[in-house]
């Protein structure tokens, strides 16, 4: 691996730079230069921009700034509209697309700028860029987009339908750092203090307008209500590159894009999309990073997510330094090899012994590899076929069968363990667990595994003879039908250990899962609900993983109709989204046979 720039300068700031606008707003800007003996250089130098809602003074981010002001690039680090020190009123998401690009397009005009920026942020910071980028501004000439956004509709803040109750917490811990809540110590005081209780309100919702916390910040709660109640996709969605920037792909800026994400995180799906796509569209380059991450940067530099332990490989060593290659290469021209390295790096989870390590985690292992493609070439798209007896195999199901059923009861939801969360730890850690009841994850009153539920369907192989690695993108195709108008069904596969000294029952390890909402099956842009009783089938779009499932294990699917707190608990009662105000048990049935035949498609990978 070839280095970059090495430290050469000293920085200095320029704090609070007011950057106008097309709308008249000033968004507040730090400008970190490269200096010697205490002034800075007249250069002209690249830039780097990252546009954030969290505070431009936080510490990382200013690290990351002398990091790269030090190695000669000019660092902007800017408040988003509406937060701390910018002006305007913040509304999630939805301007960074014109905003960003305004101040992409002031960055590069700067006299100490040679008239080419990058981007860099993860999460908001990398959805915002893929918003401003579909805005094409002048200036833009590289980008290293961490863990954002292709289409907060398709697989953010709503997931197939649902919503993703994640974005209802974020925006209670949002307006804990408000512009009024950090005027007004008392009001700051009463946020914190519901946040800290948020369990409370999750078994309150819906929201109601007026009726919550948040009504003291009304653009908060009423972007919060807006999220839990506008189902449909349409121009709310789809005419805001902030929410939608798949609709913009056309328009998206072509430069050098790398993109990093995790199979843990909560834009896993993103990630891979927006690889997809852009890497048909665009010369680019384009690149692919995925590891076995959950959300956020403190986490890459770890080995273990959740109650599972990657191995040591699976940590990266300096976030940074991967960034500075990058930045290197296409702003400076420096030979720094990353242009000839495959387009796509993947860790491929599993192989561990499965045995407990002194920190009391499952060593489930696995080991990086290259490939030119996503999804890989050499892919065998296997369909699994779910069976009466609870068997899961490559088999078409018997000509005759009944179907399965179970009672799903709203008041009564399967909770959450682990998976691709990005907020509210505390009440749904994020990451691979055993999935069983404990006392970590909100709505666990026991310590039973999930699959003892009689709301729980499990599919699952016979221990397998081989290694089965599974690569790729994850659809099931579930035929079932409700006596409800409107329902869920969910789905989750699932790498089950056998049982071994250090654990006696096994370990049911999550490694995707999904949702979908039934009065979306068939268009989400369009509500149609269910005749009660008649089998229909229903796509659920997983988020993709890399996966080696090893002799021994067996593969397991879970279906059932809900995933709490994660997912928004559907009444079953066809009232509109987010302003239930009852709840209906439904009685859904899950059919397995040759007329409908149940599966879930595994991008088997040879060898």
Same mark, same amino acid.
């Given at each position: ?13 320029? @704090? ?58 000019? #660092? ?11 002006? $305007? ?17 002031? &960055? ?63 925006? !209670? ?43 003291? *910040? ?8 807006? *999220?839990?109640?506008? $189902? ?34 909560? /834009? ?15 010369? @680019? ?24 332990? !990657? ?22 021209? &420096? ?54 007896? @609870?068997?899961?195999?490559? =088999?078409?199901?018997?000509? #005759? ?26 009440? *749904? ?59 869920? !069904? ?6 089950? /250990?056998?049982?071994?000294?250090? /654990? ?18 068939? =268009? ?16 659920? #779009? ?6 080696? !499932? ?49 599966? *879930? ?7």
């Amino acid at each position: 691996m070839r280095a970059g720039s090495w430290q050469q300068y000293d920085w200095v700031r320029d @704090g609070n730079v007011m950057v106008t606008l097309r709308d008249g707003v000033r968004v507040a800007t730090d400008i970190y230069r490269p200096a010697l003996g205490g002034a800075a250089l007249p250069g002209p130098f690249p830039a780097i921009m990252e546009r954030t809602p969290y505070n431009k003074t936080r510490g990382d981010l200013v690290s990351m700034a002398k990091y790269f002001a030090r190695r000669g690039y000019v #660092v902007a680090l800017q408040d988003v509209r509406g937060r701390y020190a910018s002006e $305007g009123e913040w509304y999630a998401f939805a301007d960074e697309g014109p905003d960003g690009a305004d101040a992409c397009e002031w &960055l590069a005009a700067q006299p100490y700028c040679d008239g080419q920026a990058g981007t860099v942020g993860l999460s908001y910071g990398g959805s915002d860029q893929s918003a401003l980028a579909s805005l094409a501004p002048n200036g833009l000439a590289a980008m290293f987009v961490s863990e954002g956004q292709s289409n907060y509709h398709t697989s953010a803040m709503r997931q197939n339908g649902a919503l993703e109750q994640r974005f209802l917490i974020y925006a !209670f811990e949002m307006a804990t750092s408000s512009r009024e809540a950090l005027a007004d110590k008392p009001l700051r005081l009463m946020l914190q203090k519901e946040r800290a209780r948020l369990g409370d309100w999750l078994r309150r919702l819906p929201l109601r307008e007026g009726q919550t916390p948040l009504r003291h *910040i009304p653009a908060y709660e009423r972007w919060a209500i807006d *999220i839990a109640t506008h $189902g449909d996709y349409d121009a709310y969605w789809s005419d805001r590159p902030g929410y939608a920037a798949d609709e913009f792909y056309a328009q998206h800026k072509d430069v050098p894009l790398f993109l990093l994400g995790g199979w843990y995180d909560s /834009y896993c799906r993103s990630t891979t999309d927006m690889y997809v796509a852009l890497s048909a569209m665009k010369r @680019g380059p384009v690149k692919l990073l995925m590891g076995p991450w959950v959300h956020g940067v403190p986490t890459m530099a770890q080995p273990f997510h959740g109650d599972v332990e !990657f191995g040591p490989d699976a940590a990266m060593d300096s976030y940074n330094d991967l960034r500075l290659r990058w930045f290197d290469r296409w702003l400076k021209g &420096l030979a720094t090899g990353i242009d000839e390295e495959p387009p796509v790096r993947l860790f491929v989870m599993g192989g561990g012994d499965g045995r407990k390590t002194p920190e009391g985690r499952l060593n489930h292992g696995g080991a990086w590899r290259d490939e030119h493609r996503w999804p890989l070439a050499r892919t065998q798209w296997t369909p699994y076929y779910l069976h009466a007896d @609870g068997a899961l195999t490559p =088999d078409l199901p018997e000509t #005759v069968s009944p179907p399965s059923g179970y009672t799903y009861d709203p008041r009564d939801p399967v909770p959450t363990i682990g998976g691709n969360i990005s907020v509210g730890y505390e009440l *749904i850690p994020n990451g691979g667990y055993d999935q069983r009841a404990d006392p970590r994850f909100f709505g666990c009153v026991d310590s039973l595994p999930l699959s003892s539920r009689p709301d729980v369907l499990v599919f699952q192989t016979p221990p397998l003879e081989r290694d089965i690695e599974v690569t790729g993108p994850l659809v099931v195709r579930l035929h079932a039908a409700s006596s409800a108008i409107d329902t869920d !069904f969910t789905a989750k596969l699932i790498d089950v /250990y056998p049982p071994n000294p250090d /654990y006696p029952d096994g370990f049911a390890l999550n490694l995707s899962d999904s949702i979908i909402r039934a009065r979306y099956r068939k =268009d989400r842009g369009r509500a149609e609900f269910l005749t009660p009783g008649v089998p229909e089938e229903f796509e659920i #779009v997983l988020y993709p993983t890399s996966n080696r !499932f090893a002799a021994g294990h067996r593969i397991r699917l879970d279906i059932s109709s809900s995933n709490f707190p994660r997912f928004d608990v559907n009444p079953n009662t066809g009232e509109p989204l987010g302003r239930h105000r009852r709840t209906e048990p439904a009685q859904q049935s899950i059919y397995h046979d040759a007329a409908h035949p149940s599966h *879930i498609v595994l991008p088997v990978i040879p060898g």
